[in-house]
């Protein structure tokens, strides 16, 4: 699998944007972007992918670069409850996938 | 999304003895699942990729005799840590596929604490 690249942590205010930003550039062909958050103590909650187009569900928007190389991960309305480690990954197989550390993204009041 | 749980949430056992460890999938049947292992402020660690009816296949430095992996039904794999030891200790976490080969749905994770 490639590996990606990610900020160890991220600040946002509640209820402003939140980019989250990942750097996969050995992606191949077949590898989709996926994003995962883990909050304390818990297994970690899915919460979108795409291959590269961008995306868009209840819970965020990805954003993918043309050349694939990079992805954004977009929480519009950051709450409290957002404040999480976040895992950008690239597979061709969702299940086996490898973490990497992480973005700690702390959204503050 | 899919629904996958984890039994127990949590257990403290003495060193030596050994603990199993159950992942259910509550909603679709999984012939696929996958244990990780988080240690504290780390990332998690694939061990072990568990298919129904068939043999476990380990990841690279992970003991296969220590990690017994039973997987005999469609809604249940179970992790056994044999001869439990402190380094044990650990956040272990098992997912599956939902049924889907693009996307996975991790249980809540099992704390293990070895005396």
């Known amino acids: 699998d490639a590996k990606t690249t990610q900020p160890p942590s991220m600040d946002c205010a509640e209820g402003r944007a939140a980019n989250l930003p990942c750097n996969h550039s050995?992606?191949?062909?077949?590898?989709?972007v996926y994003w995962y958050r883990q909050i304390h103590s818990q297994g970690p909650q899915y919460i979108i992918h795409?291959?590269?187009n961008n995306e868009t569900n209840e819970m965020a928007s990805l954003i993918i670069t043309e050349d694939r190389k990079s992805s954004t991960l977009i929480l519009p309305h950051a709450t409290l409850r957002d404040t999480a480690v976040y895992y950008c990954?690239?597979?061709?197989?969702?299940?086996?996938?490898?973490f990497g550390d992480g973005t700690t993204l702390t959204v503050k009041p | 999304g899919a629904v996958v749980s984890q039994h127990p949430s949590r257990v403290i056992c003495k060193s030596g003895t050994s603990v199993k460890i159950e992942c259910r999938s509550l909603d679709f049947q999984a012939t696929t699942m996958f244990w990780y292992r988080q240690f504290p402020k780390q990332s998690l660690m694939l061990m072990a990729t568990?298919?129904?009816?068939?043999?476990?296949?380990?990841e690279q430095g992970v003991e296969k005799d220590k990690f017994l992996i039973n997987h005999a039904s469609l809604t249940l794999s179970t992790l056994t840590v044999t001869s439990a030891h402190p380094e044990d200790s650990s956040f272990y976490i098992c997912?599956?596929?939902?049924?889907?080969?693009?996307?996975?749905?991790f249980g809540p994770g099992t704390r293990l604490t070895v005396l």
């Open positions: 997912s599956s596929d939902g049924g889907q080969t693009d996307t996975q749905y």
């Open positions: 050995t992606i191949s062909g077949n590898e989709y």
């Open positions: 990954i690239v597979s061709d197989n969702a299940g086996k996938s490898t």
């Open positions: 568990s298919n129904e009816g068939s043999k476990a296949t380990y």
């Open positions: 795409g291959l590269k």
